[in-house]
């Protein structure tokens, strides 16, 4: 029984550890490797606060997906991959603050986006 709970404790450790953070904002453009995001992090009596904008290199292979509220999870989880001509059109009809979305970092640097989930992003033709 004790080597049981010393391996959950270590997996669970180990877990934390790797995971990533997700972060709440608007995507405001794409150059090359670099996402300028405006981050969201309290939500105030006059509306949403933020964290202000911010540069985030895209790491090798970065995903572009829509995003689905799983009411269940109470958390937006992945959806239809995006082409990069999709992610490009919404980007040019933006809202003036830029496209909302869900964007994961990878844990420790906090700079590095492996995934954008664009929110009320749809695919070309829909």
């Known amino acids: 029984m004790c080597k049981f709970v010393c391996a959950a404790v270590v997996t669970l450790c180990v877990a934390g550890v790797t995971a990533g953070e997700t972060l709440r904002g ?3 453009k794409i150059e090359g490797n670099q996402v300028t995001f405006r981050n969201l ?5 006059k509306g949403l606060g933020g964290g202000g904008e911010e540069t985030l ?3 090798e292979g970065v995903t572009f997906t829509t995003g689905r509220l799983n009411k269940d999870a109470k958390k937006v989880e ?12 919404q980007l040019q009809e933006a809202y003036p603050r830029g496209v909302p979305a869900y964007v994961e970092v990878r844990d ?3 700079r ?4 954008i989930r664009f929110l009320r992003l749809k695919k ?3």
């Open 112 to 115: 590095t986006v492996t995934e």
């Open 124 to 126: 070309k033709g829909n």
């Open 41 to 45: 992090t309290k939500i105030t009596k």
């Open 78 to 89: 992945a959806g239809e991959r995006l082409e990069w001509i999709d992610v490009e059109r």
């Open 57 to 59: 290199t895209l790491a």
């Open 26 to 28: 608007y995507v405001v």
């Open 108 to 110: 420790g640097d906090r």
